[in-house]
């Protein structure tokens, strides 16, 4: 291009132009790459490709962790990505281009390493641990929050306990997400309410975190030290039972404040009639969950239940039964001997596997219904069978998630969208108490869906004796 001679300058002047509008064009793209995933910083980008984003990672931790065993904290490593290769090398499946040999472990979280701390000690950091953090260049945030293990009894204002922490230096993070054990004997965690504090976002930048975007709920777990990449560790004993438990560990609180509103409105049902259903229903509800956690299946509080639970943190004392629901994909040939063996007895099995399946079993002179649930198109179903006529219902509710919540001291699910299946299921009027209620007519979703053959019915409706 520049080979005739008196424009040699101006081609020249070309060319530089030229590469160094390549060069702008080149970082800006990698800059937005970078933002793109959600991922580390321009910098961060860049020592990654020159191999020193691994480092990071390392002495970072390494030189948190100096000064946090020190402190004696009871922290552990919850990272998703660092146990997720902890229990690929243990299984033996380790991508060596992933995970090169000086760091094979700390070098899978991006810019983040997420930390557990066990709260049930006085968790507020010694402002001389502060102190000495911050002297060696670690900038911090902490939030603060109710108490869960007072949840249930004292005003949320009361006892602020801290809830998640961070720590940054250069553009490393390090979160820790405080655990408290609750009377239900798991372990809970705050949401971050990033949006009140300024410093927290500063911090992040747009970093993702792993956890926080809700509350959760951990099962309690043995803690082991070990050391990763040089760095001493306590990490959970099995990291792949903490690992499934991620994807569903979103926690509700119930709403103690409208519990206790519905309480002063209509007034505690406390006849002697009403508190010995209460407690045999609580007894059941532990029942029926040691039967199903022993088997494997998963179930949530449905109907009356739910409302319950919903409306006044507590069991509706003129409800007559425990209804829980399963989904149809989740049910094992295992589940009714399951019930048996612990002493509960099938009162009644409606419908089949393929279609509008439900099961009763007996306590004493309470039921357990068990509703399993179908999924189609954008709701969820189950279904009714009336034993005399052999009709057929189906109640329809919007599509729903599951959620930990803490019942009766207790770890039980809920559906998530637990307003809008209350209402699928009670209608507008849920937060009144009703004491008559017919499942065939009151609920507005339920609609009729055929009849059962007759030929069929030994099949589909079948009533035992339990007495
Ligand atoms: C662990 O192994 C799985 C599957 O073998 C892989 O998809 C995943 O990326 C690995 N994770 C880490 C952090 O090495």
Redesign the pocket.
């Known amino acids: 291009m520049c080979l005739w001679r008196r424009r040699k300058l101006r081609c020249f002047l070309f060319l530089l132009i030229a590469s160094i509008l390549s060069l702008i064009f080149q970082i800006w793209l990698i800059h937005n790459n970078a933002q793109f995933q959600g991922g580390s910083s321009f910098q961060g980008m860049m020592s990654k490709w020159l191999n020193t984003g691994n480092k990071d990672a390392q002495e970072n931790l390494k030189l948190f962790m100096k000064h946090a065993s020190q402190a004696n904290l009871p922290l552990f490593l919850m990272d998703p990505?660092v146990l997720?290769?902890v229990?690929?090398v243990s299984r033996g499946?380790?991508?060596e281009r992933?995970?090169p040999h000086h760091c094979r472990y700390l070098c899978?979280s991006q810019g983040v390493i997420t930390l557990g701390l066990l709260g049930d000690s006085d968790v507020k950091l010694k402002p001389d641990l502060l102190q000495s953090l911050h002297d060696d260049g670690f900038q911090y945030v902490i939030t603060e929050g109710h108490d869960p293990r007072l949840a249930s009894v004292a005003s949320m204002a009361a006892g602020k306990v801290p809830h998640h922490m961070l720590f940054r230096r250069h553009s490393f993070l390090i979160h820790i997400v405080v655990l408290y054990e609750r009377p239900g004997k798991f372990l809970w965690h705050a949401a971050v309410e990033a949006e009140k504090t300024q410093k927290w976002m500063s911090l992040v930048e747009n970093r993702e975190l792993q956890f926080g975007e809700y509350e959760g709920a951990y099962d309690k777990m043995e803690i082991i030290p070990t050391k990763l990449d040089g760095v001493k560790l306590n990490i959970p004993k099995i990291p792949s039972a903490f690992l499934q438990q991620i994807p569903h560990a979103r926690f509700l609180e119930c709403n103690y404040g409208q519990a206790r509103k519905f309480h002063t409105a209509y007034g505690s049902d406390q006849t002697a009639e009403g508190v010995e259903f209460v407690g045999k229903a609580k007894s059941l509800l532990s029942q029926g969950r040691a039967v199903l956690d022993r088997i494997g299946v998963r179930f949530w509080m449905s109907s009356g239940t739910c409302l319950g639970w919903f409306r006044q943190c507590g069991i509706i004392p003129h409800s007559k039964d425990v209804d829980f629901g399963i989904w149809i994909k989740d049910y094992k040939d295992t589940l009714i001997p399951a019930f048996q063996a612990a002493g509960l007895s099938l009162k009644h099995r409606f419908g089949k596997v393929e279609d509008s399946f439900e099961l009763s079993f007996q306590s004493g002179d309470v039921k357990l219904d068990i509703f399993f649930f179908y999924e189609e198109d954008d709701i969820m179903w189950n279904g009714g069978t009336q034993a005399r006529t052999g009709k057929k219902f189906k109640y329809i509710f919007p599509r729903f998630t599951l959620c930990w919540t803490e019942f009766l001291d207790m770890k039980v699910r809920v559906p998530c969208e637990t307003l809008a299946y209350v209402q699928a299921n009670y209608g507008a009027n849920w937060y009144e108490p009703v004491k008559q209620w017919d499942w065939k007519n009151s609920p507005p979703n339920v609609q009729p869906n055929g009849q059962w053959p007759e030929e069929k019915w030994s099949e589909v409706i079948q009533l035992f004796d339990v007495r």
Do not use: M, T
């Open positions: 990505s997720e290769a229990r690929n499946s380790v991508d992933r995970a899978s």
